[in-house]
């Protein structure tokens, strides 16, 4: 899907903006796991998650192509919202972010901080979109998507920086949401020809795509509620899905109170603050932990936006 070339013009881009994340080995974590564990810090960039690199190349692309584009308009749950509000004020471009209602308050306040209208409408992520779609049409605005090359070839500029950074890993989790940081992933690795396997995760209470991975075909789901917005998605991408099929090893489903109990393992082994999806990979490894015990892994934190309350609630343990 991307050569090493896009990668790296896309990194040209990204770095524009801001410079590469860190990637540290945690000895605690390590010794929680029982192997050693590599962290991928994308709650390190400007809007505290990894959509910002994506967000970044797609709007600097749009821009040279479309000079006079009117403005542009996306669904969220709020890192791909932030990061097209975030980058399209770069290219200024006005931005327009549809979010369901009940979307994370300060998830929100952040789209508004960084110059985004914002417009709340459905019950979640998928009737947000659809509304969406019908203000692209009526405003006469760009519809960005939440699945698209330029997203994945932004996002994939992680996995690059994590690849050449940390030693050769065995296996690297990551969460799926849409899908665009595990495609990204797989990309790299595979442009590298690199062995490293590459699993996804979802929630439990957000399966799609870990039912259309068995299936081998898109299969939706009724219902998406679960503590990790970023994986609460009903309907699965088809082409981020034909990725998944072809690149990854497997897809491990962690319950909502194992994303809670790896955010708290988080906090006390590095002192780092995640969001659910952010925690999910380490929920995945502490449930595999006997079958990756001795190796080398990779865990993809991929964001630190959480509202203060359900932060509180998850180290409580409640």
Partial sequence: MLSLQDVEDAAAIVYAAMPPTAQYAWPLLARRTGCEVWVKHENHTPTGAFKVRGGLVYMDRLKR??????????????????????????????????VPLGNS?????????????????????????????????????????????????????????????????????????????ICGTIAVRDALGLPTKVVGVVSTEAPAYALSFAAGKVVATNSADTMADGMAVRGPDAEALKVILKGADRIVKVSDAEIGLAMRAYYED????????????????????????GKRVGLVLSGGNIDRPLYLRALAGN
Avoid: W
């Avoid at 901080?113 to 947000?128: I, R």
């Avoid at 692209?136 to 939440?146: F, I, Q």
């Avoid at 603050?273 to 380490?282: C, D, F, Q, R, V």
């Fill in 270 to 293: 590095s002192h780092q603050l995640t969001e659910g999806a952010g925690a999910a990979s380490l929920a995945a490894l502490m449930q595999e932990r006997a079958q990756m015990a």
């Fill in 65 to 98: 192509a479309q000079p006079d584009v009117a403005g542009v308009i996306s669904a969220t749950r709020g890192n791909h919202g932030q990061s097209i509000a975030l980058a399209a004020a770069k290219v200024g471009i006005a931005a327009t972010i549809v």
């Fill in 105 to 181: 308050v300060e998830k929100n306040a952040a789209m508004r901080a960084f110059g985004a209208e914002l417009v709340e409408a459905g019950h979640d992520f998928d009737s947000a979109r659809e509304t969406a779609i019908r203000l692209a049409g009526e405003r006469g605005l760009s519809m960005v998507p939440s699945f698209d090359r330029d997203l994945v070839c932004g996002v994939a500029t992680y996995a690059l920086e994590l690849f050449r950074a940390a030693p050769a890993l065995d296996t690297v989790y990551v969460p799926i949401g849409l899908g665009s940081g």
